[in-house]
């Protein structure tokens, strides 16, 4: 299994957003061969693999691991909606996990995003399931 981080880059907008997530795919943009992702131009920041004999124990490794990263990148608030945000139609992101998209705040970058996800997988040897 794979925990994966994406830039998405709105095509209409050129607003940027991340998303974080959990896939089958070791190639994590496999995931996004949708065309419901057509809006947005997609890359991999990075990405942790873990597998293990045992699906259920690889699928609990990796949730660790989301749980990790969803401390460090707390969801926007039930107010903020994302179509609104991109100027997209009501409805046109359903679907595409919009609750793992990350915003960046004022003060962080790019860098420190990659560096933070970078940082999590260095420690997840430590995990015993």
């Known amino acids: 299994m794979v925990v994966y981080l994406v830039k998405l880059v ?12 959990i896939t089958k795919w070791f190639y994590p943009l496999k995931r996004f061969d949708d065309p419901k992702y057509d809006i947005f131009e997609i890359s991999l920041l990075d990405k942790y693999d873990y597998s293990h004999d045992n699906w259920a124990v690889a699928r609990t490794h990796v949730n660790v691991f989301e749980q ?35 915003y960046l705040k004022d003060d962080q970058t790019e860098d420190q995003l990659v560096k933070q996800f970078k940082d999590a997988k260095k420690f997840m040897w430590k995990v015993k399931i």
Not at 13 to 21: A, I, L, T
Request: proline share 4%; hydrophobic share 30%.
């Open 10 to 21: 709105h095509k209409k907008s050129g607003k940027v957003q991340y998303k974080r997530g």
């Open 68 to 102: 990790v990263l969803n401390g460090l990148w707390p969801p926007k608030s039930r107010d903020f909606n994302v179509e609104q945000h991109l100027g997209e139609e009501a409805g046109a992101l359903d679907d595409v996990g919009v609750t793992e998209f990350i």
